[in-house]
C-alpha cells in the first residue's frame, strides 16, 4: 500500500483565499483523523471521521474550518477565508478499527497564509 | 482525563550512547501505549506499540520500550544512538473503546552529537 497520501505538500496562499486540502487513507481503513501541528500548540486533533461519518470536531478551531469526507477513499479540510494564523503542517492519518489503534499518518501538507 | 507527559523537551546524546525517552501517562483503564518518531519535514512513523502481554515491546530502528504499570511509565530506549536518530519523538495513548483517538504528548527532540 502507498500509505497515507495527502496533496498538496507545500501551499502558499494570500489572506482571505480559500484553501482545500486533500487525503487519501490506507485501503481498508475506517478511520480517519486530521490534525494540525505548530510550534507554539503542538499536534491539535481537528477532526475524525469513522466510516465516512463525522464523529468529533471539536479540534476544529473556527467556522471557517470545514472538513469532508464524501467517501471511503477521500476527505479534504477546508479553510474559508483563510488567515495568516492558519499556518501550519496539516497531517492526516487513518486507522482500522479492527487491527488495532495505531494511526498511520501522511506526509503532512505544509501551508502558509501570507 | 487522560494525559501523557514528555518531560524532556529537548534531549543531547553522543552518538554511540546509549538513550532514555521518558514518557508518563494518566489513563484510568488499560493503556494502549505508542511511540512515534517525526524527522524534519516528515509525517509521524510508528516506532513500537504496547497493547497487552509483555511489557518489554520491541519496535524498529532498534527502539524498544517498557511499560510499567506501577510507575504509569512507558519509556522508550536504545543502547546505541545513530545520527540518522536525530528526530522529534512523540508518545501517545490510545482511548480505546469505539474512538481510536490518540492522546500524544508535546515531544522530545533529539538531537545526536557527532
Known amino acids: 500500500d502507498a500509505g497515507v497520501i495527502q496533496s498538496p505538500r507545500h501551499e502558499v496562499t494570500e489572506m482571505g483565499q480559500e484553501v482545500t486540502l486533500r487525503c487519501k487513507p490506507i485501503?481498508?481503513?475506517?478511520?480517519l483523523f486530521w490534525y494540525r501541528q505548530t510550534m507554539m500548540r503542538g499536534l491539535e486533533l481537528l477532526i475524525y471521521?469513522?466510516?465516512?461519518?463525522?464523529?468529533?470536531d471539536s479540534g476544529m478551531p473556527e467556522d471557517r474550518f470545514s472538513a469532508k469526507m464524501p467517501n471511503a477513499s477521500f476527505s479534504n479540510l477546508k479553510i474559508q477565508p483563510s488567515e495568516p494564523r492558519d499556518s501550519a503542517v496539516y497531517f492526516c492519518?487513518?486507522?482500522?478499527?479492527?487491527?488495532?489503534?495505531?494511526?498511520?499518518f501522511g506526509p503532512g501538507t505544509r501551508l502558509t497564509v501570507t | 482525563a487522560q494525559s501523557v507527559t514528555q518531560p524532556d523537551i529537548h534531549i543531547t546524546v553522543s552518538e554511540g550512547a546509549s538513550l532514555e525517552l521518558r514518557c508518563n501517562y494518566s489513563?484510568?483503564?488499560?493503556?494502549?501505549l505508542f511511540w512515534y518518531v517525526q524527522s524534519p519535514g516528515q509525517g509521524l512513523q510508528l516506532l513500537l506499540k504496547?497493547?497487552?502481554?509483555?511489557?518489554l515491546v520491541q519496535g524498529i530502528k532498534g527502539f524498544e520500550a517498557e511499560f510499567k504499570r506501577s510507575q504509569s511509565s512507558f519509556n522508550l530506549r536504545k543502547p546505541s544512538v545513530h545520527w540518522s536518530d536525530a528526530a522529534e519523538y512523540f508518545c501517545?495513548?490510545?482511548?480505546?473503546?469505539?474512538?481510536?483517538?490518540?492522546?500524544f504528548g508535546t515531544g522530545t527532540l533529539l538531537a545526536v552529537q557527532p
Open positions: 492519518a487513518s486507522s482500522s478499527g479492527e487491527l488495532g489503534y495505531e494511526q498511520y
Open positions: 485501503s481498508g481503513h475506517d478511520y
Open positions: 471521521f469513522n466510516n465516512n461519518v463525522p464523529i468529533d
Open positions: 489513563y484510568g483503564a488499560t493503556p494502549y
Open positions: 504496547y497493547f497487552s502481554g509483555d511489557t
Open positions: 501517545a495513548v490510545g482511548l480505546g473503546g469505539a474512538t481510536n483517538k490518540l492522546i
